[in-house]
């Protein structure tokens, strides 16, 4: 199975940049993503992960590192409507249809 | 437009009333699935669907029924609910081939007495 971490929440200042950790233990690791989730909202995409390195998105970018099990979700410029939840999640090779997503971060914007 | 649609959005029920939340999507999705949603845990996946008559079960399938008779459709039963099933359940679908990019229906607050 898999055991994912992340922090629970990070505040920051608008126009700044936060970054997001998250840690994972899979047994047969296939692919890292990253949803959004403003509150009251359902979750919406952000980034898919399947090879080590650096996807940028505009605003948003994701990092990761397989051997290490571990990956981050770059926020910069950061403005008030980023304030949300973010949740990491992984699938496994063992079925690829199985996600398991971590408790989320939620982050603060403040002026 | 293209949405996956959730219904009830509220439900108040009590234990052993059986109840479905119907979700339909108008993507042409292979891949649905049901997550619930609690504080602190968050999404948990209860089961999924590869494609038409093909479920398999997630983290926390106890006490869940779904069926997949047509690609559109994957309604989620609970038999028997309990007050442990007091959550709030997405439906999310996406191409079979990717499945990490989802789209989530609005949600269905249930509370279970």
């Known amino acids: 199975g898999q055991n994912i971490d992340q922090p629970t929440e990070m505040t920051a200042t608008e126009g700044a940049i936060v970054q997001i950790n998250c840690t994972y233990q899979t047994s047969g690791f296939n692919g890292l993503f990253w949803y959004q989730q403003h509150a009251g909202e359902a979750p919406t995409f952000l980034s898919y992960n399947v090879l080590d390195g650096l996807e940028e998105k505009g605003r948003f970018s994701s990092f990761l590192s397989r051997s290490k099990g571990y990956s981050y979700l770059l926020l910069k410029e950061l403005q008030m409507k980023d304030s949300a939840s973010y949740l990491c999640?992984?699938?496994?090779?063992?079925?690829?249809?199985?996600?398991?997503f971590g408790a989320g971060t939620q982050v603060v914007v403040t002026p | 437009e293209a949405q996956v649609t959730q219904n009830p959005r509220y439900l108040i029920t009590v234990t052993g009333k059986k109840l479905t939340v119907t979700c339909s999507q108008n993507m042409n999705h292979e891949y649905m699935s049901w997550y619930r949603q609690d504080p602190g845990l968050g999404l948990r996946q209860i089961y999924y669907s590869m494609n038409v008559e093909v479920t398999d079960k997630g983290d926390v399938p106890e006490g869940y029924k779904v069926s997949r008779k047509e690609k559109r459709n994957f309604p989620l039963i609970l038999e028997s609910p309990s007050p442990n099933q007091t959550s709030l359940y997405f439906c999310a679908s996406s191409l079979m081939d990717r499945v990490y990019e989802q789209y989530f229906g609005p949600g269905t607050r249930l509370t279970v007495t």
């Open positions: 999640a992984v699938t496994s090779t063992d079925s690829w249809g199985k996600l398991q």
